[in-house]
């Protein structure tokens, strides 16, 4: 069973829409939680690192928000811009030596249209 | 661009045969990550190498193996491929800073095994 459960799966939205992908983990104890943005094709890029003391990092249009008590996180997308359409993959670390222990959700498939 | 790069972009190979994929980390990085990546999946941790040596491994039989070289590139090798193989492998480096280290990825090689 995937311990980082993403949803929606995929989402179609307008040019200069906000939008909210959320993740719900379950990987314990808990260490980090990341936010990648896949392009088609691509390798991922990461968007967010926060830890179990943060509950809100943002990084230009993209705000990433934690809630260590009810395992949630979300990704808010505002004023999207077609450039936004990619897969957005919510990474959770647990503790531990390698990065073995990054577990990736399935990603949500985002795609912005004209 | 993350200055990670890989080769081949794309490989055909069929069942049975053997592969070897390249990764050439960022400069400074001295560790290396190799994921493969299912259409419609999120990565899954293959192994890491750190200073030449295997510093963790997913749940990947031996025929998935792996070196990492002095200048810290890397390469994946994998033996008698199973059509179950095909995939998207991606390598990621990093210089260790704790568990918020930033993974790098690569652009990855897309194989196919017919």
């Known amino acids: 069973k995937n311990q980082v459960e993403q949803s929606p799966q995929s989402l179609i939205i307008l040019e200069g829409k906000n939008c909210t992908l959320q993740c719900n983990y379950t990987v314990s104890p808990f260490s980090n939680l990341r936010w990648y943005k896949q392009d088609t094709g691509r390798g991922p890029v990461s968007l967010t690192i926060m830890t179990f003391s943060e509950n809100t990092k943002s990084n230009g249009r993209y705000t990433a928000t934690l809630d260590a008590d009810t395992k949630q996180s979300s990704l808010h997308i505002t004023a999207s811009q077609l450039s936004d359409s990619a897969s957005y993959i919510c990474?959770?670390?647990?503790?531990?030596?390698?990065?073995?222990?990054?577990?990736f959700g399935k990603g949500t498939k985002l795609s912005v249209k004209p | 661009e993350t200055g990670v790069t890989q080769s081949p972009t794309h490989l055909i190979k069929t069942r049975g045969q053997q592969v070897t994929l390249r990764c050439s980390s960022q400069?400074?990085?001295?560790?290396v990550s190799w994921y493969q990546q299912a259409l419609g999946q999120g990565p899954q941790f293959i192994f890491q190498y750190y200073r030449e040596e295997e510093n963790g491994r997913g749940n990947f039989p031996p025929r998935f193996s792996g070196l990492q070289f002095p200048n810290y590139s890397s390469e994946l090798n994998v033996n008698a491929l199973l059509l179950g193989d095909s995939a998207l492998y991606l390598c990621a480096s990093s210089l260790p800073q704790g568990s918020t280290d930033t993974q790098y990825f690569g652009p990855g090689t897309r194989l196919t095994v017919l």
């Open positions: 990474v959770e670390r647990g503790y531990g030596g390698s990065q073995g222990n990054l577990i």
């Open positions: 400069s400074g990085h001295n560790t």
